[in-house]
């Protein structure tokens, strides 16, 4: 329907958002070529077979569809002493993606990937901690706070208290005992963040890119628990029923 109604260079926007079904696709596709693709992808099983054979051929890629940092993964996979090392693949391909994704231009896109990628460091650097792990090795990304977390692994703040403005926020939700629990708060916290930073947005890309990030919520939550997912969402319509209001400009 998006790609019916909305602009061209918008969509193409949007398509960084469906990159993440796509990324699982990649892995599936890499791990055994006969895998099942996920349709909510927009690069399908014959053109990751296109370029993974164009990168094998050292040919370039033409398919505008493919991200640069696929040719990254895609090289690393074939090299068979990142295999010896016994890389976490899923954590290589989310450390790409979140560093193309904060590059996305458009602020509240590239906001929103790095507030993700913020959350998540902070997040993997606490338990790693409590856990006597590596907290450099949890770390993902090349942005500003992931490369102040690993040179200040053994600070008790891992010198971000100063620096991150959610510090204490995200540190307040780790504390948080119950697992089940603790992903809501998070996910609330995600949610409100959207609110907020979209207030004064009407029915443009940005307002359509945080409806998109709400849906992908209460997907997670309808597949936890189908009844609470049922009542949020239909609050949500609810709300965008009422409170959308369209300026006469």
């Not at 193409?12 to 006969?34: A, G, M, P, Q, V």
């Not at 895998?35 to 505008?64: A, F, H, V, Y």
Request: hydrophobic share 35%.
């Amino acid at each position: 329907m998006l790609e019916d109604e909305i602009k061209a260079k918008d969509m193409r926007l949007l398509d960084k958002y469906f990159l993440k079904y796509d990324n699982d696709n990649l892995l599936s596709f890499l791990k055994n070529k006969e895998s099942e693709q996920n349709p909510m992808g927009n690069i399908s099983r014959e053109e990751l077979e296109e370029t993974l054979s164009q990168i094998k051929e050292d040919l370039p890629l033409k398919n505008s569809k493919i991200p640069a940092y696929y040719e990254v993964f895609m090289r690393t996979w074939l090299d068979e002493e990142a295999h010896n090392e016994n890389k976490q693949w899923e954590d290589l391909l989310s450390s790409l993606y979140m560093d193309y994704g904060i590059e996305v231009k458009n602020s509240l896109m590239s906001r929103w990937y790095e507030l993700n990628l913020n959350i998540g460091n902070l997040l993997s650097a606490i338990f790693a901690r409590k856990y006597s792990l590596d907290v450099s090795q949890v770390v993902v990304g090349n942005n500003h706070v992931a490369k102040i977390i690993r040179e200040n692994s053994n600070m008790r703040d891992f010198g971000l208290s100063q620096e991150l403005e959610i510090y204490d926020t995200v540190v307040r939700l780790s504390e948080e005992e119950e697992v089940y629990e603790r992903e809501r708060k998070i996910d609330k916290f995600r949610w409100d963040w959207l609110e907020e930073n979209t207030v004064f947005d009407y029915f443009n890309i940005e307002y359509i890119f945080a409806y998109l990030c709400k849906l992908q919520i209460l997907e997670r939550w309808v597949k936890l628990n189908a009844e609470e997912g049922e009542r949020i969402f239909r609050e949500l319509i609810d709300n965008l029923k009422s409170d959308v209001t369209i300026p006469e400009e």
